[in-house]
Each structure stands twice: as structure tokens, then as C-alpha cells.
């Protein structure tokens, strides 16, 4: 008898990339903080992020979820938690969302 021990890690969270509209996550992202999470369309502040489904503002559906964490200091635990807890929502990393708004809002200040 072999022990399948070692052989395969079996489930787990891993951050993959996909090309998805920036609009369309701009709209449904439920940005999570400490406490509480808000909406990155209306900014209305204090959601529970752990439940609510729309945003309590602008009535959003939430499709998408991120840390509000700078570069490379959300944990892959911390990343695994949130995904646990809301499967309902695909996970985005957020200096991902901060750089390509941050490109947008200067490309209008230029215009």
C-alpha cells in the first residue's frame, strides 16, 4: 500500500491572471478594509462586507472583492480568508485596480 502523502497539495488559492473590462470591476468592487468594506463606484463607507450582496449607496451588485492593501502586504492567508468567506465574488488585487485608475484619472487631468 503507497501513501498518496507529498504527492498532491490538493485545494488551495493562488492569484491568477485574466483580462477582464476595468469598467465592469469598477462598478461591482467591494474594496475590503479592517473592519468593513466599501464600494469603489459610490464610496459609500462601512459595509459588512461579509454578507451584504449590493452596495447599501448606489444599490451595485458586487461581482468583484480586493484588499485594500499596498503591494505585496495582503497574505496569500488573508487573500484565502476573504475568498472563503465570499466565493460568490472573484478576488482582484488591488494595486492592480489603484494603478489602472490612477493611469486613467491622469490621462483625463491631461485632456
Not at 48 to 61: F, L, N
Not at 81 to 103: F, G, M, N, T, W
Request: hydrophobic fraction near 30%; charged fraction near 30%.
Amino acid at each position: 500500500m503507497t501513501s498518496n502523502r507529498g504527492d498532491s497539495y490538493g485545494d488551495c488559492f493562488v492569484r491568477v491572471a485574466q483580462e477582464r473590462d476595468f469598467e465592469d470591476i469598477r462598478k461591482h468592487l467591494l474594496v475590503v478594509g479592517e473592519l468593513a468594506g466599501d464600494c469603489f463606484s459610490c464610496r459609500h463607507i462601512g459595509i459588512d462586507y461579509g454578507h451584504e450582496k449590493y452596495c447599501p449607496g448606489c444599490r451595485t451588485d458586487f461581482k468583484y472583492m480586493t484588499l485594500r492593501k499596498p503591494l505585496g502586504s495582503a497574505t496569500a492567508a488573508q487573500m484565502a480568508r476573504l475568498c472563503q468567506k465570499r466565493p460568490d465574488l472573484i478576488y482582484v488585487e488591488y494595486a492592480d485596480i489603484k494603478e489602472i485608475s490612477d493611469r486613467q484619472k491622469a490621462k483625463n487631468f491631461l485632456q
